[in-house]
């Protein structure tokens, strides 16, 4: 019995973790893009300023100064968080571009409307050139992460794979990188949701089950290049 109370008294006297707050995860994003861009301590107080300034003005001239002060505080805060958001996004970009497994990180925040591959489905082991397999309302995507020269011939390959398993279904080959022809990490999001929709969502699930047979390749990707600090569950993306 001792034993047992002893145990009891150990665990409640255990420190429970902190709850994340709200205002930790902005801190948190604030002190990221610091690093990365100090200028936007600068750019968000410019914000502020400039809206403040602005809604002051027109409250004066219409008669309503407390009134469009208080309407200018609660637009100056949410454009600075808009601004924040994008800073953040643009900091951790940069921080995981050209490192393996990046281009993975970015298309796992397609939240909606596609099935996303875990693993990459074509790897070069020696230079750790990859290829990632998505289908969505476009089609197929193939996205190779890796030196033109080196990704062009693995994204063909695929793309024959891909065209016997589903011949008339688009595939859309996608190079991510920083040479010319390739799509930027800033940009990959934007250009694999923009390609136009050919296909229904029932035909998105038919067409991801076909897939499924080919497989992938197994590698194991670095972690930590997740722009939001958190290995993504691509399981639990696919859209329906």
């Known amino acids: 019995m ?123 082991p020696r230079h750790q050139d990859l290829v990632y397999r998505m289908v969505g309302r476009p089609g197929i995507v193939l996205v190779s992460e890796g030196p033109s020269h080196r990704v062009t011939r693995m994204l063909e390959d695929e793309r024959r794979k891909v065209s016997r398993v589903a011949p008339n279904v688009p595939v859309h080959l996608v190079q991510y990188g920083n040479e010319s022809g390739q799509v930027p990490i800033g940009k990959l999001t934007k250009t694999v949701q923009g390609f136009k929709k050919t296909l229904t969502t029932a035909e998105v699930a038919q067409v991801a089950r076909r897939l499924q047979a080919l497989g992938s390749t197994k590698m194991p990707i670095p972690k930590g290049v997740d722009p939001m600090k958190a290995r993504p569950d691509r399981k639990g993306m696919r859209g329906r």
């Open 2 to 124: 001792a034993r047992k109370k002893n145990e009891g008294a150990s665990a409640s006297a255990a420190p429970t973790e902190k709850k994340q707050r709200w205002y930790h995860n902005i801190r948190d994003a604030y002190r990221l893009t610091r690093q990365v861009n100090p200028s936007v301590t600068w750019l968000l107080i410019g914000v502020f300023v400039l809206v403040m300034g602005v809604s002051l003005a027109i409250g004066f001239a219409w008669g309503h100064p407390v009134y469009m002060a208080f309407f200018g505080l609660l637009l100056a805060l949410m454009l600075m968080m808009v601004l924040l958001a994008t800073q953040t996004r643009k900091a951790s970009y940069s921080q995981i571009d050209g490192r393996p497994g990046a281009a993975g990180a970015v298309l796992g925040q397609i939240r909606r409307g596609w099935n996303i591959e875990e693993q990459p489905v074509a790897v070069n």
